[in-house]
């Protein structure tokens, strides 16, 4: 056993440890901080995250004996702090968290790109997140979070930020803590700004690490490429009918809506439509109901629409741009390539991990193809399609199945 001396969150404390435990162990059991969460306690997921000297660490690989004379943070010990208490504001507003399991980790690692990344864009947050796993959010609301606070910053300059900045370009960053008199005035002194010295704001602006991916990155824990904001899912079908006949049914958005199972159309015009889609998935049903613009190339044969919508019982919302091409594959026969790029947030955003949402995209892009064939073949067929439930089994089964074929070859 070993008697160790460190400083948490401010307060200086005395403690026996064992060699062998870590420091996830020690600030929970021990110093009954249980505020730092333990999940793989192999150094991959980050929800222990906790700032030692001022820079994140995980804290389950960090033997609480190599703490000794150290100074740690965890999400305890962030009352004051400037950018906490913005992103705090940010992770609320942006729906970015849902159990909280990853949020201490997430929001010292957030902290951490505030300070050194201050013109940080959303591939290089993503890249930065990627050692903090959250299985609930599909990450765009934390991403939009801390976009949102750098932009503020970048907006609207903060002192005690910058000097945070300073002081950590200086190597001497920490968490600004109160004092227990400081605390009972209402007043937060700010040690960094003794620090400061000559430090222009300007020399603070750490430059950018060199992009690591090129225009493409990958979502934490999937294989979904993100490409500018959100992810895209790309499928096609073919109709047995003329590149025409098509283009001129699917110009029809009624006619369109009467082959998309759960949709309907409440309003028109030319350049807008709105209305509302029912989805089942396994247990989970939602009806999205919201708007979309849409244009149209008719040389081209191209249709983008440009959706928002919301569930009104979870409160998930999402945004999407579908874009359709038609290709007359022959005389009588037409492919329809279709393109999601989508964002979703709030409780349905789960679904965005592990290719869930591609398949079930790719399943109702399936459907929609041999409903418009049957349309087209039975003009007189009026009745809508009702929302078809799809088994989430069967989804995972499937997405597998994909796996197993692209290691071994389709064959
Ligand atoms: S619990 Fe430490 S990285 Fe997962
Ligand atoms: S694991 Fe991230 S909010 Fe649940």
Redesign the pocket.
């Known amino acids: 056993m070993n008697i160790i001396t460190l400083t948490v969150n401010g307060q200086s404390i005395q403690k026996t440890v064992s060699d062998r435990t870590h420091l996830?162990d020690f600030l929970r059991d021990t110093v009954q901080l249980t505020g730092t969460h333990?999940?793989?306690?192999?150094?991959?997921?980050?929800?222990?995250t906790v700032l030692l000297d001022g820079e994140p660490v995980?804290?389950?690989?960090t033997y609480a004996v190599a703490c000794e004379g150290r100074s740690i943070t965890t999400i305890e010990g962030y009352d004051s702090d400037p950018v906490m208490s913005r992103l705090r504001v940010a992770f609320q507003a942006h729906h970015a968290l849902q159990c909280g399991y990853c949020t201490p980790g997430m929001l010292a690692t957030a902290r951490d790109i505030i300070l050194r990344l201050p013109q940080a864009d959303e591939q290089r947050v993503r890249i930065e997140l990627a050692g903090n796993l959250c299985r609930c959010t599909g990450y765009m609301g934390i991403v939009s979070a801390i976009l949102a606070v750098l932009q503020d910053l970048r907006d609207h300059p903060d002192a005690q930020v910058q000097a945070l900045r300073v002081a950590m370009a200086k190597g001497m960053t920490k968490p600004v803590v109160m004092s227990e008199a400081e605390a009972a005035q209402g007043f937060t002194s700010f040690e960094a700004k003794r620090e400061l010295g000559q430090i222009s704001e300007a020399s603070a602006q750490m430059p950018l690490r060199p992009a690591i991916i090129g225009g493409v990155s990958e979502t934490q824990g999937g294989s979904q490429q993100v490409q500018q904001k959100g992810t895209k899912v790309n499928a096609s079908f073919d109709v047995p009918f003329g590149v025409d006949a098509v283009w001129s049914f699917m110009s029809d958005l009624k006619a369109v809506a009467s082959c998309l199972p759960g949709a309907q159309i409440e309003s028109e015009t030319p350049e807008q439509v709105a209305g509302k889609i029912a989805i089942k998935f396994g247990p989970m049903s939602a009806i999205f109901k919201g708007s979309a613009t849409i244009s149209r190339d008719a040389a081209q044969r191209v249709a983008v629409l440009k959706g928002v919508g919301q569930d009104s019982v979870s409160q998930s919302r999402a945004t999407g741009d579908v874009r359709y091409q038609l290709e007359a594959s022959s005389a009588s026969s037409t492919r329809v390539a279709v393109e999601l790029l989508y964002t979703l947030q709030g409780p349905l955003a789960q679904f965005s991990r592990s290719g869930l949402v591609q398949e079930f995209v790719r399943r109702m892009v399936a459907d929609f193809g041999k409903n418009v064939s049957q349309r087209l073949a039975h003009p007189e067929t009026i009745a809508p399609p009702q929302a078809k439930a799809i088994h989430p089994v069967t989804v995972m089964l499937s997405i597998i199945w994909q796996k197993i074929k692209s290691v071994f070859g389709s064959r």
Do not use: D, F, K
């Open positions: 996830g333990l999940g793989c306690e192999h150094g991959v997921c980050g929800a222990c995980r804290a389950c690989i």
